[in-house]
């Protein structure tokens, strides 16, 4: 007996996580050296997110305070942005402070915020330089006024930054997130039955960004940490041993190398 048609839903596959060519930022590499792709271009990552977990652990590994942890993935940060430059990765964002991360002792999130505004203050004019534009995801108006002040100035001295957009995840939880994508959309008025999944994507901090094809997560623990859990329903979640203050170059071409080895169905 002859079956009737599937009746599929309208909106399947879901396109707010399917590859598009045209969902990357407009970046011009005009007058300037072409990148020196590890992989073909086809096969690179759009868009790489980093947890950047073990600051904490390296600091202990080393009889150090725990404070100069994060003073050494700061630094760490540098030379990842710099080979993410080379590379030729659009879109990089990095989970530098969770709201999670307010239930820490005062002396330790006080540091963390001064690592910040000291980092953004003595590294601003190089990444014009470099051409990186700084985004922030986040509750900017959560954070201290000095903080925010720093961040501040680097948005706008970065605003024309055309290699990479760096978004730094400060104050931030993917499911806050979300929240304030339905907020903001239930302050548009927009009908319940309007919503799909492109709505809430542009509602999202990352509205007009790709999503994330890549998640790295360093320190070997497995989990995302609520970090872009609406962005990552399709990355390639890749896990490196390594602490974050130990990540470098060679570890970041390991990930895109894993990366271009793997073959994304995207559910088909």
């Known amino acids: 007996m002859a079956r009737s048609p599937l009746a599929r839903p309208t909106d399947a596959p879901p396109t707010a996580h399917a590859p598009e060519t045209g969902a990357l930022p407009v970046l011009d590499e005009s007058g300037r050296s072409s990148p020196e792709r590890l992989v073909p271009v086809e096969e690179s990552p759009r868009h790489v997110a980093i ?52 239930a820490r002792p005062d002396d330790e999130v006080a540091g963390l915020f001064g690592l910040l505004e000291a980092a953004i203050r003595s590294e601003t004019d190089e990444l014009r330089r470099e051409g990186v534009k700084v985004r922030l995801l986040g509750r900017f108006e959560e954070l201290p006024a000095e903080t925010r002040r720093s961040l501040a100035m680097a948005l706008e001295a970065t605003a024309g930054g055309d290699r990479l957009l760096l978004n730094i995840a400060f104050n931030y939880a993917g499911r806050t997130e979300l929240v304030d994508a339905f907020r903001h959309l239930a302050a548009d008025g927009i009908a319940g039955e309007a919503i799909d999944e492109a709505a809430v994507s542009g509602a999202l901090y990352t509205a007009g960004l790709p999503d994330p094809d890549l998640v790295i997560r360093t320190g070997g623990e497995q989990r995302l940490s609520n970090f872009l859990i609406w962005q990552s329903a399709y990355a390639e979640f890749y896990v490196c041993p390594l602490l974050w203050p130990d990540f470098d170059a060679d570890a970041f071409d390991a990930a895109l190398l894993e990366f271009a080895s793997r073959t994304r169905r995207f559910g088909r």
Do not use: Q
């Open 51 to 102: 947890i950047m977990d073990g600051n904490r652990r390296w600091a202990r590994a080393h009889d150090r305070p725990e404070l100069e942890g994060h003073a050494a993935g700061v630094e760490a940060i540098r030379e990842i942005l710099r080979h993410a430059v080379r590379r030729g990765v659009p879109v990089l964002t990095l989970y530098a402070f969770s709201r999670e991360n307010w």
